[in-house]
């Protein structure tokens, strides 16, 4: 089917350019998808079979039943209403819940995998909860496959637009065409967000006494967050609204704002990643004592994509670099954000700088290999050309257990498959986000090392 009868399609369903209260059936310069009647859109449910039987499933969750419900609808072929819709969708997904073993390994850094094994294992879960659905409702064999499971809830964890009745979401035609965009400049920062912990109303009495307010910091970065999107349902006209932040010219991608996400969580819920992504963070290990001696949050513990240590960080790591007997004393100026001492502000440094160095020199390959590896795969056409003399000795194992893992022979002379190129792309994405990573660990090297000198 060609775009044009596809956006014909999704002009009769309600997209449309206008501006005015009442929108019309036509695609123009500007989106808003006009038609959800009694607040549902076109509901799939409003298919007898299919309502009687998910009623009787209710234990379900709402993400699940619309998986379902795709499944069912693919089913139908043709003759489903939303026809049109389903043969534009991508016939496969990249998030974190379709790697396989040797891809997920190939993170590097624990937390990456267990966030892989975590999606892969919360996938298989709910395909198992929902089989007997799936089977009442008669689904062909091969809509019954955990395969064809990964692709359907791919398909709603990265394609459908929030609304506020329903955790689903909705899948909406044309509306989720437009790629990623992260916050710019003129939006909130989780820089902006750790200032908010330290200033009123989060008093610093409250912080010494183990409070921090998470109630009213939710409150006010929930405000803040709504601004960091481009899209949404509005109650007053019934309709799904987009808005471009900037003037498009013809040809240019028009870039919409889903929200603030690390590179790890764009993976887990939509299969790609920024190279340049202001959100993204690196959680390094630390000691028990030093969350015990500060009233920071975890999640507010990490090192920015620039490589400096956050703000709760710094604070954090200040106050356990502080004799136990006078952070009481000096609570006010680290939960300010002040430098305690020179010798205390050098000992932090240092060991931030430490605690990097050690986790970067732990991981099997080193930047200069990810990058001579990645380099290498827009070349990649058959077999021997993956296995070509010059490549490190690191990232020639790696290769070597590609292939293992895919059970490939090294001296095949087939052309690689389409199951062995996506691969290819799952394992080109790992490797993408572990070279994120050590770069943020290596700047944040640079960053303490300056700052160590500026204070000799």
Not at 112 to 131: M, Q, R, S, V
Not at 238 to 258: D, P, S
Not at 327 to 352: C, D, F, P
Request: charged share 20%.
């Amino acid at each position: 089917m060609s775009l044009e009868s596809f956006l014909k399609w999704a002009a009769d369903l309600g997209v449309s350019d206008s501006t005015g209260a009442v929108p019309y059936n036509c695609l123009g310069h500007s989106l808003s998808l006009s038609y959800f009647p009694h607040a549902g859109g076109e509901s799939l449910l409003k298919d007898h079979k299919l309502s009687v039987a998910v009623n009787k499933h209710l234990p379900l969750s709402s993400i699940q039943i619309l998986t379902v419900c795709l499944l069912y609808e693919m089913g139908k072929g043709k003759s489903s209403w939303w026809h049109p819709y389903l043969m534009h969708l991508p016939r496969g997904y990249d998030i974190l819940a379709t790697f396989g073993e040797f891809e997920k390994q190939a993170f590097q850094v624990a937390d990456a995998i267990w966030a892989a094994e975590k999606a892969i294992l919360k996938a298989k879960l709910e395909w198992k909860e929902a089989n007997q659905l799936m089977e009442e409702l008669k689904l062909k064999p091969q809509l019954l496959t955990f395969r064809a499971w990964l692709w359907a809830a791919s398909t709603i964890s990265s394609r459908t637009l929030h609304i506020p009745w329903d955790e689903a979401g909705c899948l909406c035609p044309v509306g989720d065409l437009f790629n990623y965009a992260a916050p710019g400049e003129e939006t909130v920062c989780s820089e902006e967000v750790d200032s908010w912990m330290s200033a009123p109303p989060f008093q610093v009495s409250s912080l010494l006494n183990g409070d921090c307010a998470q109630t009213s910091c939710t409150e006010q970065f929930d405000t803040h967050d709504q601004r960091l999107t481009d899209g949404g349902y509005q109650e007053d006209i019934a309709a799904y609204c987009f808005y471009a932040r900037q003037n498009y010219t013809k040809g240019e991608q028009v870039l919409l704002c889903y929200g603030t996400y690390t590179n790890l969580e764009l993976l887990e819920h939509y299969g790609f990643l920024l190279n340049e992504n202001s959100n993204d963070k690196v959680f390094i290990p630390l000691e028990p004592e030093i969350y015990s001696s500060s009233s920071w949050p975890k999640e507010l513990l990490y090192i920015h994509q620039n490589g400096r240590p956050s703000f709760s960080l710094l604070s954090a790591l200040r106050l356990w670099a502080t004799p136990s007997n006078k952070r009481r004393s000096v609570g006010h100026l680290a939960y300010s954000g002040s430098q305690l001492s020179t010798e205390n502000e050098i000992h932090v440094m240092k060991w931030i700088s430490k605690k990097c160095n050690a986790i970067v020199k732990n991981l099997p390959t080193s930047i200069e290999e990810d990058s001579l590896l990645l380099s290498s795969f827009d070349e990649i056409q058959d077999i021997h050309s993956i296995l070509e003399p010059g490549k490190a000795l690191s990232a020639s194992r790696e290769i070597r257990a590609f292939l293992e893992a895919n059970n490939v022979e090294s001296d095949s002379n087939l052309l690689l498959s389409r199951k062995i190129r996506r691969s290819i792309d799952r394992w080109k994405l790992a490797i993408q986000w572990r070279l994120r990573y050590k770069k943020i660990l290596l700047d944040c090297i640079c960053y303490c090392t300056e700052i160590i000198d500026s204070l000799f």
